[in-house]
């Protein structure tokens, strides 16, 4: 069982200067590997390599920027299959670029957008795996992130705006994680597109 520390305990322990008790997470962490080896598929039909789902409850999908985040995390001691986790959409672009909003093994669909974090979450595991991601490997990945990161340059940027802000179509704007939103008004911020890395820094890398 896990050892439970309430808040009032912890900030007694920090302003005595002491360390507080180590805290058993085992249990945690052999429920943590279950649901996600659980939640792992062979490639299939629109799947073209193995992965993950999001959940196989009601989730049991592969999102658009969630699978960015089952990249990061398998990049410290899976990057083969992190790396894989990464390209999965990638597999789907159409031929404007853009991703699919989701897919699984027996359909997908174009019908909403996520941020595109996808360079972000590329250079949080090249900063982790220099050696894996060699300069054959990012020439690979250069034309799917440049094609993406322009469909959002090129296509998602609303006539009327003339700030540059980008346009994230989702029925749940501003209730969900994936949007990201200003504290007022639920208008998407240009922030998310930042979040991308731009085609330069790969360049530089690869050059």
């Not at 900030?11 to 507080?20: I, Q």
């Not at 598929?41 to 390599?49: E, H, N, S, T």
């Not at 997908?108 to 300069?135: C, E, I």
């Amino acid at each position: 069982m896990v050892d439970e520390i309430s808040v009032e305990e912890l900030k007694a322990l920090v302003d005595a200067g002491r360390t507080p008790r180590v805290i058993d997470v085992r249990e945690a962490w052999e429920l943590a590997a279950y649901v996600n080896w659980g939640a792992g598929i062979r490639a299939g039909g629109l799947v073209q390599r193995p992965a993950m789902l999001m959940s196989k409850n009601h989730m049991d999908n592969i999102w658009s920027w969630d699978h960015c985040f089952n990249a990061m995390a398998l990049c410290h001691h899976a990057p083969e299959q992190a790396l894989n986790e990464w390209l999965v959409l990638f597999d789907r672009q159409d031929e404007f670029g853009a991703l699919p909003d989701c897919i699984n093994p027996t359909h997908g669909h174009f019908n909403y957008s996520k941020p595109p974090v996808h360079g972000w979450a590329l250079r949080f595991m090249l900063d982790r795996q220099p050696k894996f991601f060699t300069r054959s490997r990012l020439r690979q990945l250069y034309e799917p992130l440049a094609a993406w990161t322009n469909w959002w340059l090129n296509h998602r940027r609303p006539p009327c705006r003339l700030d540059g802000r980008k346009l994230i179509f989702h029925p749940q704007a501003g209730q969900r994680a994936p949007e990201v939103v200003r504290n007022s008004g639920g208008k998407p911020s240009s922030a998310c597109t930042r979040r991308s890395l731009l085609p330069m820094r790969i360049s530089r890398v690869i050059q």
